[in-house]
T-cell receptor
């Protein structure tokens, strides 16, 4: 089945540690995105990538980093610089970055800082 | 910056009641509009979308939405809700300066009582 796989589903991190969230898609989509979902705040865009080896900051990129070395993979690193990292993280993809395409989402990773 | 407003944060209905969830967006140019749904424990998925043409669009599970350009609105409706419609609903828009990147509303949690 085609889709987006995020792992792990739950992740616990100690303060001061970096952690990497995995996102893989087999939809052959060019564009990929990372969103953060907090209760009552909807989805906020962290980073997005239009093509391999290219990515851009979204609305709340501080404290996060990404890479796009392969078309199907777009890992997100939550660094120790992120002040409030506990959240639900969603990865998404779309055919391209043009505006008439919908996004497909993974099942999310819930990160808790302990 | 582009924004999306959802008027109701939490809606509670009894089965068979009619549903209307409000969504307004800020961009005055050409946009594409989406409603996504997140059922408990499941990934975010597309409910319906509007790109062009008939402003009344029909989606899955009996949902429909009407695009009213003059009001910058894209309200979601269902004549008779079921317990299984309990979920979180997100309105999103692409277009304008954001191109293919989706801007999401804060979400509406719908609880349907059996």
């Amino acid at each position: 089945d085609g889709g987006i796989t995020q792992s792990p589903k739950y992740l616990f991190r100690k303060e001061g540690q970096n952690v990497t969230l995995s996102c893989e898609q087999n939809l052959n989509h060019d564009a990929m995105y990372w969103y953060r979902q907090d209760p009552g705040q909807g989805l906020r865009l962290i980073y997005y990538s239009q093509i391999v080896n290219d990515f851009q900051k979204g609305d709340i990129a501080e404290g996060y980093s990404v890479s796009r070395e392969k078309k199907e993979s777009f890992p997100l690193t939550v660094t120790s610089a992120q002040k409030n990292p506990t959240a639900f993280y969603l990865c998404a993809s779309s055919i391209d970055l043009y505006w008439n395409t919908e996004a497909f989402f993974g099942q999310g990773t819930r990160l808790t800082v302990v | 910056a582009q924004s999306v407003s959802q008027h109701n944060h939490h809606v509670i209905l009894s089965e068979a009641a009619s549903l209307e969830l409000g969504c307004n967006y800020s961009y005055g140019g050409t946009v594409n509009l989406f409603w996504y749904v997140q059922y408990p424990g499941q990934h975010l998925q597309l409910l319906l979308k509007y790109f062009s043409g008939d402003p009344l669009v029909k989606g899955i599970k009996g949902f429909e939405a009407e695009f009213i350009k003059s009001k910058f609105s894209f309200n979601l409706r269902k004549p008779s809700v079921q317990w299984s419609d309990t979920a979180e609903y997100f309105c999103a828009v692409t277009g304008g300066t954001n191109a293919g990147k989706s801007t999401f509303g804060d979400g509406t949690t719908l609880t349907v009582k059996p």
